[in-house]
């Protein structure tokens, strides 16, 4: 069957290109390091990466609607391909300065910021014409095959900078980005009619409340979760057992998310989507607060893979409510906006995050994260269910395609 072919080629190369990333997480600043002697400038490609990708509500809005087909992305692998080229091209020769950095994350992030929701909307596509609801197990598999590569990715990677294979670790990731371009090609998806409007990401939350909602609660799990890596670096080393804590956190977070996405798929066709997001990141919140108050390796461990697992589920409520409701460019639209939400999110919250902790303590920081984040998803749920008039849940597009379909077979 050519959509199942189509997605196994999609998330094969998802798989080889976020291993990769995880390797390069390990190497590069090592690499930079060793270059150029700035610890400054070991965060520098990740840092501008992320700036494109922040203002692609902007620049993107048209230029994503673009990316509507394998052979697109690929002419997008070979753009990244070169941006991450050019850091090991110039350590080759001893030319690696802060304007090669620069270069080099300003046009990943301008093509990341494009790549990834085009990619995540072709997988989308695929599972539309595969099946009902195929699209939200792809999307769920997507994300579940990044979160394998966040537990076995930085240790293979550790080791292969052991065995001296620091500055190969580079060339692998651009190498593994070109050829998950060179697997989409061929494959098709949702060929938006040309338009004189192309759909914002602003308005295409229009008519779509559950969206919005769900990227509030997320949103605020993203801006808090810089109390997670770096709180347990800090009671490690505080403790004197530097990593001990954060290994236990991640180990158990790994797991956890890996067994929420097999548990997911079920769970998210058997409840109202929106109402189960809000929970999902209500139940983090609250590991946050377990991990702040039992500060042992076992229990966050423990506590870890909880969040992981409840993670994954909101993640998955919300795939749902933006693949059932939505199609073509307005897809794409919601995709990329989701993308923005998150980065945002993350990038203001590692910002503060270290002045947060040396001022309040790390357990105190993930106690008030945790209590941030099941607040505000708490708040989502409350007004959800009383949004619409006469406090009835407020509806989908999605909801409101089902109405009419079974009022039109009642007429038949």
């Not at 087909?69 to 030319?95: C, D, E, H, K, N």
């Not at 290994?247 to 548990?263: H, Q």
Request: aromatic share 6%.
């Amino acid at each position: 069957m050519k959509a199942r072919r189509d997605a196994l080629f999609l998330l094969a190369g998802s798989c080889s290109a976020d291993l990769a990333v995880r390797f390069t997480q390990v190497a590069l600043p090592l690499v930079v390091l060793q270059q150029t002697g700035s610890v400054a400038a070991t965060g520098l490609a990740g840092g501008c990466a992320g700036i494109p990708v922040l203002l692609s509500p902007w620049w993107a809005r048209r230029a994503r609607q673009w990316v509507d087909s394998g052979t697109r992305l690929a002419i997008l692998a070979v753009v990244q391909a070169a941006a991450l080229a050019m850091v090991p091209a110039a350590a080759m020769f001893g030319l690696l300065q802060a304007w090669v950095l620069v270069a080099s994350g300003l046009l990943l992030g301008c093509g990341d910021a494009l790549s990834s929701p085009g990619r995540s909307a072709l997988l989308a596509d695929i599972g539309d014409r595969w099946g009902p609801d195929r699209a939200v197990v792809l999307l769920t598999w997507q994300d579940g095959i990044r979160r394998v590569g966040m537990v076995v990715g930085a240790p293979l990677g550790a080791l292969a900078v052991a065995a001296g294979f620091t500055d190969a670790l580079l060339w692998v990731e651009a190498v593994a980005v070109l050829m998950a371009g060179l697997l989409a090609i061929g494959i098709v998806g949702e060929r938006s009619p040309a338009m004189a409007v192309v759909p914002s990401i602003r308005g295409s939350l229009a008519g779509r409340p559950d969206v919005l909602y769900g990227w509030i609660a997320r949103g605020t799990g993203s801006f808090t979760w810089f109390a997670f890596p770096l709180g347990l670096s800090v009671i490690g080393a505080e403790r004197g057992r530097p990593g001990v804590y954060l290994a236990a956190g991640m180990s158990g977070y790994g797991l956890g998310s890996v067994v929420g996405t097999m548990a997911s798929l079920a769970v998210v066709r058997r409840f109202s989507p929106a109402p189960l997001a809000a929970l999902a990141w209500t139940l983090m919140g609250l590991c946050w607060i377990g991990m702040g108050i039992w500060t042992t390796p076992a229990a966050i461990a423990g506590v870890a893979a909880l969040s992981g697992a409840t993670l994954v589920l909101g993640i998955a409520a919300i795939s749902v409510v933006i693949t059932r409701s939505s199609a073509g460019a307005e897809r794409r639209a919601l995709l990329s906006g989701q993308a923005v939400v998150v980065n945002a999110g993350s990038a203001a919250g590692l910002l503060i995050g270290g002045p947060v902790i040396a001022a309040a303590g790390a357990e105190h920081t993930l106690v008030g994260s945790g209590l941030l984040t099941a607040l505000v998803a708490l708040g989502v749920l409350i007004r959800r269910k009383s949004a619409a008039p006469g406090g009835r849940p407020c509806e989908t597009a999605d909801h409101v395609r089902e109405d009419r379909d079974h009022h039109a077979r009642r007429a038949a």
